[in-house]
């Protein structure tokens, strides 16, 4: 069964950078797109970011120029760096692969102002 274990979350200030990492075991990493998400409280989950097999990404408009989509097909890791952060950013972010329904514990980033 896949397994998603996100980090680097943290308490940074308006304007600062984070870079979160998803370790993902239990598949063949390499063959699967991988996504991050988001959710603030009181809201829904939403979609930040994606990247392909072929490394093709795609953003969300709220993060495009801000934040950066990576993989390391050898350590079966995802990264998401995050630069030029706002409080509207503070979310618990989760990694996902499309094709199972499970999510990790996600990793909790504060922006503060």
């Known amino acids: 069964q896949v397994q998603f274990v996100e980090s680097g979350g943290g308490l940074v200030q308006a304007g600062g950078s984070l870079r979160l990492s998803c370790a993902v075991s239990?598949?063949?990493?390499?063959?699967?797109?991988v996504s991050w998400y988001r959710q603030a409280p009181g809201k829904q989950r939403d979609f930040v970011a994606t990247?392909?097999?072929?490394?093709?990404?795609n953003y969300a408009d709220s993060v495009k120029g801000r934040f950066s989509i990576s993989r390391n097909n050898a350590q079966n890791t995802a990264y998401l760096q995050m630069n030029s952060l706002k409080p509207e950013d503070t979310a618990v972010y989760y990694c996902?692969?499309?094709?199972?329904?499970?999510w990790g514990q996600g990793t909790q980033v504060t922006v503060s102002s």
């Open positions: 996902k692969i499309f094709n199972f329904p499970n």
């Open positions: 239990g598949i063949t990493f390499r063959m699967y797109a």
């Open positions: 990247i392909s097999i072929s490394q093709s990404t």
